[in-house]
């Protein structure tokens, strides 16, 4: 399958953004969490510095509810496309225990949002580029291409700058950093039409298999992890062929019944979708930009 016109245009410019951004930054990291769409922005980081090593470390925030098959997908890809691997956690949330289960805003804050203005401080990270697309949802779409975050990582969107004819902006005053998002005008269909095109391996929860689920307010939650699995009024999983369209922490990220099972049946199906891909993430029920304004993706 050869790449559209459009999907051309869309590679050439996320290239170049990756070009221009690793060439102004001092110090740069790309944001992995293993799932599609960083996956996809990955793999153009690869095509960007072809044939040298990509020169950009990966940074996964582990929740420390991940899918186990999302890490094993992840330190296999870091390792196959040469990549250093950057892992980083909370470890004070981890000692207080926080849980999705339990805590709810409170551990997305803590194990997502505090635990990558750590990772960033730790690292001295000034472009930080990202996977987020403007369609996934509303907040996204207020976001500059290079996005400007106050020191302390906060996001104003009255504050950011002018991209006319794509010129892009890289100064930094002190104490300021940058998140990059070179896939920004990416829509869904087109992120599965270019996988499809370049043929390129995501993580397994994507494609359809039979999983064990139990269905929680209209959501299919896989059980990921029996040991660690919360059960309520005598739950018990049932087996049911199910894929994701959007992954986050196992317990509150929702898969979808499916047979889609290939890069091109997944392409077909998002097509005829009428739903947002991030419809399944239960932890989505707060404001999504609130928790930007406060350092978050």
Same mark, same amino acid.
Not at 45 to 62: E, K, N
Not at 156 to 161: A, D, I, K, S
Not at 213 to 224: N, P, T, Y
Not at 258 to 273: G, P, Q, V
């Given at each position: 399958?050869?790449?559209?016109?459009?999907?051309?245009? /869309?590679?050439?410019?996320?290239?170049?953004?990756?070009?221009?951004?690793?060439?102004?930054?001092?110090?740069?990291?790309? +944001?992995?969490?293993?799932?599609?769409?960083?996956?996809?922005?990955?793999? +153009?980081?690869?095509?960007?510095?072809?044939?040298?090593?990509?020169?950009?470390?990966?940074?996964?925030?582990?929740?420390?509810?991940?899918?186990?098959?999302?890490?094993?997908?992840?330190?296999?890809?870091?390792?196959?496309?040469?990549?250093?691997?950057?892992?980083?956690?909370?470890?004070?949330?981890?000692?207080?225990?926080?849980?999705?289960?339990?805590?709810?805003?409170?551990?997305?804050?803590?194990?997502?949002?505090?635990?990558?203005?750590?990772?960033?401080?730790?690292?001295?990270?000034?472009?930080?580029?990202?996977?987020?697309?403007?369609?996934?949802?509303?907040?996204?779409?207020?976001?500059?291409?290079? &996005?400007?975050?106050?020191?302390?990582?906060?996001?104003?969107?009255?504050?950011?700058?002018?991209?006319?004819?794509?010129?892009?902006?890289?100064? +930094?005053?002190?104490?300021?950093?940058?998140?990059?998002?070179?896939?920004?005008?990416?829509? #869904?269909?087109?992120?599965?039409?270019?996988?499809?095109?370049?043929?390129?391996?995501?993580?397994? /929860?994507?494609?359809?298999?039979?999983?064990?689920?139990?269905?929680?307010?209209?959501? +299919?939650?896989?059980?990921?992890?029996?040991?660690?699995?919360?059960?309520?009024?005598?739950?018990?999983?049932?087996?049911?062929?199910?894929?994701?369209?959007? /992954?986050?922490?196992?317990?509150?990220?929702?898969?979808?019944? &499916?047979?889609?099972?290939?890069?091109?049946?997944?392409?077909?199906?998002?097509?005829?979708?009428?739903?947002? #891909?991030?419809?399944?993430?239960?932890?989505?029920?707060?404001?999504?930009?609130?928790?930007?304004?406060?350092g978050y993706f």
């Amino acid at each position: 399958m050869t790449l559209s016109r459009r999907l051309l245009e /869309l590679e050439s410019e996320a290239i170049h953004i990756i070009r221009d951004g690793v060439a102004e930054a001092e110090n740069p990291v790309v +944001l992995f969490s293993a799932g599609k769409d960083s996956t996809v922005l990955a793999h +153009l980081v690869v095509r960007a510095f072809w044939p040298a090593p990509p020169p950009v470390p990966l940074l996964h925030i582990d929740s420390t509810w991940e899918f186990g098959e999302l890490l094993a997908f992840r330190d296999r890809f870091a390792s196959e496309h040469g990549f250093e691997l950057i892992v980083h956690h909370n470890r004070d949330g981890l000692a207080k225990g926080l849980n999705p289960f339990d805590h709810g805003d409170v551990y997305t804050t803590m194990m997502r949002t505090e635990a990558l203005k750590q990772a960033l401080d730790d690292g001295r990270y000034d472009v930080i580029f990202g996977g987020a697309r403007r369609d996934e949802e509303a907040s996204r779409a207020k976001e500059r291409i290079v &996005s400007v975050r106050s020191e302390g990582h906060g996001w104003e969107p009255r504050n950011q700058r002018p991209e006319l004819w794509s010129i892009f902006n890289w100064k +930094l005053r002190p104490g300021e950093t940058i998140r990059a998002f070179p896939i920004s005008n990416w829509t #869904e269909e087109d992120l599965w039409t270019y996988i499809t095109a370049r043929n390129i391996e995501l993580a397994p /929860l994507y494609y359809a298999a039979d999983r064990a689920v139990v269905e929680r307010d209209g959501a +299919l939650i896989v059980v990921d992890d029996d040991a660690r699995m919360r059960w309520y009024g005598g739950e018990k999983p049932r087996s049911e062929t199910v894929r994701f369209r959007s /992954l986050g922490c196992w317990p509150v990220t929702g898969a979808i019944a &499916s047979k889609a099972k290939t890069n091109a049946e997944i392409a077909y199906e998002t097509l005829r979708a009428s739903v947002s #891909e991030r419809r399944g993430r239960v932890s989505d029920s707060g404001s999504l930009e609130a928790q930007k304004r406060n350092g978050y993706f």
